[in-house]
């Protein structure tokens, strides 16, 4: 089948199998392997992407249901050079050691300070319990989240 | 201005992290090659029987199936993978084949795997093959190694595969007369370390110059390229392990598995491209497992609580084979039973015992997690019955300064000698203690507990630990002073997400009295980089890695100094390094970048025998309900010193994380199997780990004193610190709150319907009835 939806503000069209998972499509087809694949049953967070501007685990959605859509992954949160504020604030706190679970952390985060940039504390917590971090026990990221909510509150929009 | 000591010891942020946050890392499953196909593995859905028949035919006729390859394919006989750390001739019998042949012997070992255009299409064809398997009796715990009848391996008459003792002094007459005693037994619970990222491989066979390069590789590539090169018949030289970005390994990941093999037999089998990427199913029943053990441990003190020994039995459910590093968690267990104590007569064993089920390796503190659960248990309720407060009690027994070095006990059958190399005990508990505060909560406490406002008692403990690191033989590094006067760095240790890249780097740049800018990147994990390499595990990437680093420093500056000194006609000992340039006592200098017209290139090592010992302690406050069991962590915080620090802010993160891995292993986290052998929980939803919302606050403080004597850099391993003392110090402060229900946690994990179980225990022990 063809689908045709948006990535990172770019129109693509991708020939694809009913069966594959948007998370695959991305990674293999459209080669963008920022998003990780960490347990392709919805759990773990890695592959967590903006479809249409809410977070979606992308191992539960199907390529073909994107047709039409706006999908941004963690290479279109970023800039060609340098970091945005989020990702200055997670390196600033150690929020991070391994990395893999950090595209969909960065994702998840993106989309709650889009919407909320006054969340607390437990907020972000309630929030982030779906992407799952095996290194660094949350509290740095947590308040990396935090120490990043300045940078939303004035447009909301660019992170 | 000389730099020295600049960046050595500063919070650098992270190099690493400028990929990482972008989603610029690469990891092996984000790699393609044309022509690549793709590897899915069958695995056995019994745990224990005979391999009758396996018919492959019709997957093999599916379009886009390349090849099915089955032990047969293999030749006439399966390889296995050997031990890596303490390979005794005992062990042999019980290695694992790469496939199995006759016998399964766990769910989850490889029967056959199929190599197609697409996963998908593998997936399929794996659908279409058909196995025969007779169900034999499987032995489903330790005890049923022991008792039930069944074998694991019928030629070798046993399912004990060794069996370890740690003595030291004369525990027999330690015990005879002694004035307390009290026998115990504890038990900790099947679980894993999970790294994040699933494990891969991609192998790619060049059959005209007979050379294999292999992607995925984590850990151990130097000690994993000589298992391989001997499975395959070919020499060391010919194959390139080359590591990726690793999302995490915790001693799990980069260990020699099945699948090492078959990934690259089927690359040369195809003479294609192969690439094998596990799902978190495969994840759970085939990644090595941990921690599953019990014991039957004694303690003897004096009335005043110094302890005069430890003795007892120690089991370890080992699986069903032996693999790489399987031996490491049951010695430990029996090393470090007395931890970070003055313990004179030890007298403890530990039997080994195959079972059917996914066998075990490393994770993070092997053995340590554990034993220190029972030590740190026993010593509270013997606190309690001696009438001793639980903080005295500790600092009656911690190794002083003035005993150091300490000597522990010797584990036979290696009859290896090891010892405590430095620091001041008291002090980090103090530290502990203070943080937590600990003296005013003590009371507060207690007395809440009289009248719980909400229904829920509050419960305060406190742990030490010792942390092993630094282990040996060796490490190496080179570093090359490029014509532009940067600096690379080429190590032999391993990166698995601890941030190698930026401590390696704050080192190399004080050792040569330069910026970090002017260091263009630390190169790691690639048999290419340097002449042999030892990699990452036993907390030992710092202390070897760095060292080796400091030691070809030396030898680069000699070599700079000598041709600074023919340049500026002086002598080599005179010529200062500084600032990019060599300076002459007479003022004349030359720039670093012009000192030769090609690259130096100088190797440096770091040989060692000896490990090096960080430590600290934890304490924790939680609280209770005990009409449902639930568990409250309301404060959690961990001290370690670990001598010299090399970057504080990537120290504490390990730190930190550890605990929370730590309370994953304490409160959750399980793998659960039935009689049959047959895992119940193979996918996170069933296999639980903690998130954001479980443990919200966790401190960790690092501190640093008392070098070690055993290397330049004055390091001992950390990384492993924070996960030791957490099963004890939560099951302690669990104790303490429900003291009054005479609620004593043995068991791992502490779910809230084990917590509850107690607590009606416990009622009905009172009662009576």
Redesign the interface.
């Given at each position: 089948m063809s689908v045709k939806f948006s990535v990172n503000g770019k129109t693509v069209e991708v020939e694809v199998?009913p069966?594959?998972t948007l998370a695959d499509c991305l990674?293999?087809h459209l080669?963008?392997?920022?998003?990780?694949?960490?347990?392709?049953?919805g759990?773990?967070g890695?592959c967590t992407v903006l479809v249409d501007d809410a977070a979606v685990r992308s191992c539960l959605m199907l390529a073909v249901q994107a047709e039409g859509a706006k999908v941004v992954?963690?290479?279109g949160l970023?800039l060609d050079e340098g970091?945005t504020p989020l990702?200055a604030s997670?390196?600033?706190h150690?929020a991070?050691?391994?990395?893999?679970?950090?595209?969909g952390m960065?994702t998840t985060a993106h989309a709650l300070l889009t919407a909320e940039p006054d969340c607390d504390?437990d907020r972000?917590?309630?929030v982030?319990?779906?992407?799952?971090?095996?290194?660094?026990?949350?509290?740095?990221?947590?308040e990396a989240v935090l120490d990043a909510r300045a940078a939303y509150k004035h447009d909301g929009k660019r992170p | 201005m000389r730099r020295a000591n600049a960046l050595v010891g500063q919070p650098i942020e992270r190099l690493e992290d400028l990929r990482f946050v972008r989603g610029r890392g690469q990891y092996v499953d984000d790699l393609a090659r044309n022509g690549m196909l793709h590897a899915v593995i069958l695995r056995s859905s019994v745990g224990h029987g005979r391999f009758r028949e396996i018919d492959v035919s019709r997957a093999k006729r599916m379009t886009g199936v390349r090849a099915v390859v089955t032990a047969a394919d293999l030749g006439a006989s399966i390889p296995v993978v050997p031990m890596r750390l303490q390979p005794m001739p005992e062990f042999a019998p019980f290695a694992q084949p790469v496939m199995a042949r006759d016998k399964v012997r766990y769910v989850g070992e490889a029967l056959a795997m199929v190599l197609a255009d697409t996963a998908a299409i593998a997936e399929d064809a794996i659908g279409a093959i058909e196995v025969d398997i007779e169900p034999l009796p499987a032995v489903s715990n330790w005890q049923g190694a022991l008792n039930n009848g069944a074998l694991l391996f019928e030629d070798e008459g046993t399912n004990v595969s060794m069996k370890f003792r740690a003595v030291l002094g004369d525990a027999e007459a330690a015990f005879k007369n002694a004035p307390y005693k009290r026998r115990e037994r504890f038990s900790t619970q099947r679980h894993t370390a999970l790294p994040m990222e699933p494990r891969g491989v991609l192998a790619e066979w060049d059959s005209a110059q007979g050379r294999l390069t292999v992607s995925g590789a984590a850990k151990v590539l130097f000690a994993n390229r000589r298992i391989l090169a001997k499975q395959m018949g070919l020499s060391e030289d010919a194959i390139y392990m080359v590591e990726y970005d690793v999302g995490g390994s915790f001693g799990a990941r980069g260990e020699f598995y099945p699948e090492d093999f078959l990934i690259p037999f089927a690359a040369r089998h195809c003479g294609r491209p192969v690439k094998w990427t596990e799902d978190r199913r495969e994840h759970l029943m085939t990644m090595n497992h941990a921690r599953e053990s019990a014991c039957d441990v004694e303690i003897a003190c004096d009335r005043d609580g110094t302890v005069r020994g430890l003795r007892g039995h120690a089991f370890v459910d080992m699986g069903a084979y032996m693999r790489t590093n399987g031996a490491v968690g049951a010695r430990n267990i029996a090393q470090f039973m007395s931890g970070p104590y003055r313990v004179p007569n030890i007298d403890i064993d530990v039997l080994l015992l195959l079972t059917n089920k996914t066998p075990v390796g490393t994770y993070r503190g092997p053995g340590r997690f554990e034993t220190d659960f029972f030590r740190e248990r026993l010593f509270d309720m013997a606190a309690r019955d001696l009438g001793i407060d639980q903080v005295e009690f500790r600092r009656r027994n911690l190794v002083r300064e003035a005993d150091m070095p300490y000597t522990l006990a010797s584990i036979a059958p290696f009859e290896s000698k090891d010892e405590l190399d430095s620091g001041d005990y008291q002090v980090t508990l103090d530290r502990c203690l203070a943080e937590i505060g600990w003296a005013e909560k003590r009371t507060k406490l207690r007395e809440a507990n009289k009248k719980p406002a909400d229904g829920r008692y509050h419960g305060l403990a406190v742990s030490c630990f010792i942390e092993g690191g630094a282990a040996g033989p060796k490490e190496s590094a080179r570093l090359v002073l490029e014509t532009d006067g940067t600096l690379t760095v080429y190590v032999g240790s391993s990166g698995v997400g601890q941030g190698l890249e930026t401590a390696f780097t704050q080192i190399a740049a004080d050792a040569m009295e330069m910026p970090m800018e002017r260091i263009n990147k630390v190169f790691h994990g690639s048999t290419a980089y340097v002449s042999d390499g030892y990699g990452s595990y036993h907390s030992r990437s710092i202390v070897m890695g760095g060292s080796a680093i400091l030691d070809a420093a030396t030898k680069l500056r000699q070599v700079m100094c000598a041709e600074a000194a023919r340049r500026l006609n002086c002598g080599a000992a005179e010529v200062v390094l500084a600032d990019g340039r060599a300076t002459s006592p007479d003022g004349k200098s030359v720039a670093w970048s012009e000192l030769a017209p090609e690259p130096i290139s100088v190797e440096g090592a770091f040989l060692n025998h000896k490990h090096t010992w960080a430590y600290g302690a934890h304490a924790a406050h939680v609280s209770v309900d005990p009409k449902t069991g639930h568990v409250s962590l309301l404060d959690y915080v961990a001290v370690e010193n670990c001598g010299r620090m090399i970057n504080p802010l990537t120290l504490k993160g390990q730190l930190v994380g550890a605990v929370a891995q730590g309370l994953g292993g304490t409160f959750m986290e399980h793998l659960v199997y039935d009689e049959h052998g047959q895992l119940l929980t193979g996918s996170l939803a069933d296999y639980l780990v903690p998130t954001a919302s479980d443990f919200p606050k966790i401190r960790g403080f690092v501190m640093e004193s008392h070098p070690s004597p055993l290397n330049p850099l004055g390091a001992k391993g950390a990384g492993e610190g924070g996960i030791i003392s957490v099963g004890g110090v939560i099951s302690n402060a669990i104790a303490d709150a429900l003291s009054s229900f005479g609620v004593e946690p043995r068991d791992l994990p502490l779910t809230p319907s084990a917590v509850w179980q107690l607590v009606q225990d416990a009622r009905k022990h009172s009662d009576g009835t």
């Open positions: 199998e069966r594959l990674r293999h080669r963008l392997t920022g998003t990780h694949v960490g347990c392709e049953h759990v773990c890695a992954t963690v290479e970023s970091l990702q997670f390196r600033k150690h991070l050691q391994c990395g893999f679970c950090t595209p960065i504390a972000v917590r309630e982030l319990s779906g992407n799952l971090c095996r290194c660094t026990g949350y509290i740095s990221i947590v | -």
